[in-house]
Nanobody, 114 residues
């Protein structure tokens, strides 16, 4: 079993920044990628960004390109999402995920006020 725990969410004004973290623990998972998703109220869960665990190849949703940066610390089994120039439409619960598995974190709330 793998546990994913997100942290770093909060309330921020438009134009502000937040840094999310996702720590993995438990069984070693060697899947190639880790990912961030988000879900706004009444909407589906959407892909935000992903990164390869070996190397650092990244993919971003068009809506966050140039504003969000995904990174990782393999030694600490931790993934990050640096979010800048935040907009009210970025308001959502943010989840980390290991693609191809049922492993999800519990989510962290990000609220951007206008």
């Amino acid at each position: 079993q793998v546990q994913l725990v997100e942290s770093g969410g909060g309330l921020v004004q438009a134009g502000g920044s937040l840094r999310l973290s996702c720590v993995a623990s438990g069984r070693t998972v060697t899947n190639l990628r880790r990912a961030w998703f988000r879900q706004a109220p009444g909407k589906e869960r959407d892909f935000v960004a992903s990164i390869t665990w070996i190397g650092s190849s990244t993919v971003y949703a068009d809506s966050v390109k140039g504003r969000f940066t995904i990174s990782k610390d393999n030694a600490k089994n931790t993934m990050f999402l640096q979010m800048t120039s935040l907009k009210p439409e970025d308001t959502a619960v943010y989840y980390c995920n290991i693609p191809g598995t049922s492993y999800w974190g519990q989510g962290t709330q990000v609220t951007v006020s206008s």
